[in-house]
């Protein structure tokens, strides 16, 4: 609310500050939240994941909670949150507006077209990804990454415009299934079977039914 533009001095505006304060809200609580769930699905459809993530955790944490320092021992956890987030974008669709006269697919597309773009579409393409479907952690070892499209990934979107919350959403993720992998266990309800939807959000129909335990 105090900070002012560095070239003009001004402050924002009352309806710039109620835009920047609704952004924060749906765009940094929501869709981590999203993300932990279909964390949570990914690793109990995926148990030798799961099993892998916890190896890594004891191995590191031992009983201890995580710190932003111990992250960075922690690659494999990290991985895990990338492919929930090529699989599950939580935000499967933003729009962008053409910046000028182009063609795209045989198609004529005018400066200021509005152009629908699709972060769950783009992380099946079968020419980006091997087995696009297979929930596979290991595409983002640095090696993977560094090979790969640069634009075959974009869940914060991509560009000049990505997400200002990139950097800090993938850090939230990183620590909170650090800290709460470490402690627990999550399996789905028997007979349990996802049914996924879009609105506005990526969301799985009717919560997640699970059971939590604790692990010793």
């Known amino acids: 609310m105090k900070a002012r533009d560095e070239e003009t001095g001004h402050v924002m505006s009352d309806q710039l500050l109620r835009d920047e304060s609704i952004t924060t809200f749906f765009a940094g609580h929501e869709t981590t939240a999203r993300v932990m769930s279909f964390a949570w699905y990914s690793l109990a459809t995926n148990p030798h994941v799961r099993d892998r993530l916890h190896e890594e955790l004891d ?8 710190t932003v320092e111990a992250l960075r021992q922690l690659p494999y956890t990290l991985q895990i949150v990338k492919e929930v987030m090529r699989l599950s974008p939580p935000a499967p669709f933003y729009a962008r507006d053409a910046a000028k006269d182009c063609q795209l697919g045989g198609f004529d597309v005018a400066k200021g077209t509005t152009i629908m773009l699709s972060p ?3 992380h099946r393409h079968p020419d980006f990804w091997d087995k696009p479907d297979e929930f596979n ?3 983002w070892t640095k090696e993977a ?3 790969r499209h640069s634009y075959a990934y974009h869940p914060f979107s991509a560009g000049q ?3 200002i919350g990139n950097n800090f959403a993938l850090l939230e993720g990183h620590l909170l299934l650090a800290l709460l992998a470490r402690r627990f266990r999550v399996d789905l309800k028997p007979g349990y079977e996802a049914v996924w939807q879009m609105h506005g959000t990526l969301r799985l129909r009717d919560g997640l039914p699970a059971v939590i335990s604790a692990r010793s």
Do not use: F, K, Q, W
């Open 59 to 66: 191995r590191v944490l031992g009983d201890a909670p995580p």
């Open 120 to 122: 769950y579409y783009t």
């Open 137 to 139: 952690p290991d595409r």
């Open 145 to 147: 990454e560094s090979a």
């Open 161 to 163: 415009r990505i997400c």
